[in-house]
């Protein structure tokens, strides 16, 4: 599975983003998907899954009820809807597949994209 992450960008407090996550392969249904994210000096970390069999999510903390990640599988897509956007969530943004249905763990993720750029100014 090859994945191509887009969307990043610069934004101001409070402004919206969509990433998206284009995946290649046959079998894009049948993997788990979460997006993490990694900002400067930090480790990367979890921000959210989407269960490839229920569409079942699950999100961190730090995201909860501004964030949702969703998928299409007919377009091999994954996407992370990122609204009221803080100066905190300034990373670069990975998306990943897992051969678990959902992961948290990012040891748990088999494949990932590249990574796209999220600033957010205050």
């Known amino acids: 599975v090859q994945l191509q992450a887009s969307g990043g960008g610069l934004v101001q407090a409070g402004a919206s983003l969509r990433l998206s996550c284009a995946a290649s392969g046959r079998t894009f249904s049948r993997y788990g998907m979460g997006w993490f994210r990694q900002a400067p000096g930090k480790e990367r970390e979890f921000v959210a899954t989407i269960s490839w069999s229920t569409g079942g999510t699950y999100y961190a903390d730090s995201v909860k009820g501004r964030f949702t990640i969703s998928r299409d599988n007919a377009k091999n897509t994954v996407y992370l809807q990122m609204n009221s956007l803080k100066p905190e969530d300034t990373a670069v943004y990975y998306c990943?597949?897992?051969?678990?249905?959902?992961?948290?763990?990012?040891?748990?993720?088999?494949?990932w994209g590249q990574g796209t750029l999220v600033t957010v100014s205050s």
């Open positions: 990943a597949s897992s051969y678990y249905s959902t992961a948290v763990d990012p040891k748990n993720y088999h494949y």
